[in-house]
């Protein structure tokens, strides 16, 4: 098949999140599996194009209208690992793509909103059999499309819907289909996810747990109604983790790479570099938990700054890998700065996450909602047990005192009783049996991208 995606992340070399990861990791599997497949992505200035191979420019001056003004695009081909890029560069007075960060900007709707048009007129010149597009980011791309390609839709994350004015719409030239469009809580704008919802063939989430979630007023985010009604066209595949990537037998990263036979002295040896790369108290003994993660409501910081105070009670160290998005939080963090048995880390590092993958006895993963969560199989493949809140994702690959630890209600009570349960079974028999186990799971992509092949082509 010809499958061609629409995303704003492609892992590594343009990654938030678990986006990114996803993007990447599917699209491997369908080229695996023989599909030709291709995804659009933004030009982003911040990529570093030493990893494309083959970059070159495929189409130039491709012009679209703008507010009656021609606005030209270079279209950009290159591969990664057999995944075709297209790399889409408008040459906009607002230099869109051009900004340090990917997201965050002011103009974000309209950063998208044209890399969607210009994408989808590119694409109605050449159509292939499938286009998947994938949250708010790549919704738009759903109501420029023209051709007669099949349209899946994913919701990564039903939190950010694509709110805009209905001018973001017209400037761009889109008949503005008020029943399909308008959003629900706030009137004056539209809402990008919807209008996705109406116009593709499928829409899927990342977990089958979220499928139902969804559907209710507690996980719906205010669009359970629409969902409700299109449940037929809906479906839950659980997202992979790139097995080849995260292996702690051969992670590049990782100061000690370490097979499942030697996971206890290969996580000894993580530990004592994290530990001392970390300044944190040079102690064997001490379970370390980790936390790797966007710092933002979803994810539970409160229950984190709570998760941090409970291990130390019970004796042991916290480490914090997250992405500051609320710069209020800085300060909830700043009192552990010099402790001996925490250590905070307020930034985006790749090979770090990996050290703390290599050396944590535990993650901990406290999320509100989680549509499916990477963090935790990553955690599992390493050896680290996840304690996680049953939601989402979590719930579907989290199995209590199987692979790691869950509670129920999102609160300091349920932190600390999984804190409590795990401290209580660390180091015995019992323990050593759940990480062989979760080291054992099979998070590859395979079975999830035979999935979306189902779908593709029914
Ligand atoms: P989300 O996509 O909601 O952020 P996931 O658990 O699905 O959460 O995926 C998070 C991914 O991003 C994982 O690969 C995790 O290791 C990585 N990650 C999150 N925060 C950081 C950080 N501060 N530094 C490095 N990697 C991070």
New binding site residues.
């Given amino acids: 098949m010809d499958i061609v995606h629409i995303a704003s992340e492609f892992a590594p070399i343009a990654?938030?999140?678990?986006?990114g990861?996803v993007t990447h990791g599917l699209c491997k599997a369908l080229v695996k599996q023989g599909h030709r497949v291709t995804l659009f992505l933004p030009k982003y200035s911040s990529i570093d194009f030493q990893q494309v191979e083959n970059l070159q420019i495929v189409k130039k001056e491709f012009a679209i209208t703008e507010k009656k003004a021609q606005i030209f695009t270079t279209f950009w081909s290159g591969t990664y690992e057999g995944i075709a890029l297209i790399f889409v560069e408008p040459h906009h007075p607002k230099a869109y793509f051009e900004r340090e960060g990917i997201y965050g900007e002011e103009d974000d709707n309209e950063r998208f909103l044209f890399f969607c048009k210009v994408s989808a007129r590119y694409l109605d010149n050449n159509p292939p059999d499938v286009i998947h597009l994938h949250d708010w980011m790549t919704a738009a791309a759903a109501l420029f499309l023209k051709n007669g390609a099949k349209k899946i839709f994913t919701i990564?994350?039903l939190q950010h819907q694509g709110r805009c004015a209905p001018n973001n719409l017209k400037n761009l030239g889109i008949e503005i289909e008020e029943e399909i469009l308008s959003d629900y809580q706030y009137g004056e704008s539209l809402n990008l996810m919807r209008g996705a919802f109406a116009k593709c063939d499928v829409i899927t989430t990342v977990s089958p747990s979220y499928r139902e979630e969804i559907l209710t007023q507690e996980y719906g985010q205010g669009l359970e109604r629409d969902l409700v009604k299109y449940r037929k066209k809906l479906k839950g595949i659980l997202?992979g983790i790139d097995p080849e990537y995260w292996n702690p037998e051969q992670d590049r990263f990782l100061p000690t790479p370490y097979s499942i036979e030697e996971v206890t002295k290969g996580k000894a040896a993580n530990k004592a570099y994290v530990q001392k790369h970390l300044s944190l108290s040079q102690n064997p003994e001490k379970p370390l938990v980790i936390a790797?993660?966007?710092l933002v409501w979803?994810?539970g910081p409160d229950l984190i700054l709570f998760g941090i105070e409970k291990t130390l009670e019970l004796g042991g160290q916290f480490a914090l890998?997250?992405?500051i998005f609320e710069p209020d939080l800085i300060e909830s963090f700043a009192p552990y700065k010099d402790h001996p048995d925490v250590a905070i880390?307020l930034?985006?590092?790749?090979p770090?996450?990996h050290a703390l993958?290599g050396a944590g006895d535990m993650l901990l993963?406290p999320s509100i909602f989680?549509?499916?969560?990477?963090?935790?199989m990553?955690a599992m493949h390493y050896g680290t047990l996840p304690l996680v809140r049953k939601t989402g994702g979590l719930r579907d690959t989290v199995h209590e005192e199987e692979n790691g630890f869950l509670f129920e209600v999102p609160d300091n009570k349920g932190v600390a009783s999984v804190l409590e349960r795990a401290f209580a079974s660390f180091g015995t028999e019992k323990w050593q049996e759940m990480i062989q186990r979760a080291m054992r799971s099979d998070f590859s992509w395979e079975k999830s991208a035979a999935k979306y092949l189902e779908l593709y082509q029914s």
């Avoid at 990654?15 to 986006?19: A, D, E, Q």
């Avoid at 930034?347 to 790749?350: K, Q, R």
């Avoid at 989680?370 to 935790?376: N, T």
């Fill in positions: 990654k938030v999140g678990g986006l990861d990564h994350n997202n790797i993660t966007r979803q994810k890998l997250g992405t880390r930034d985006y590092d790749e770090l996450s993958y993963m989680e549509p499916c969560g990477l963090a935790q990553i």
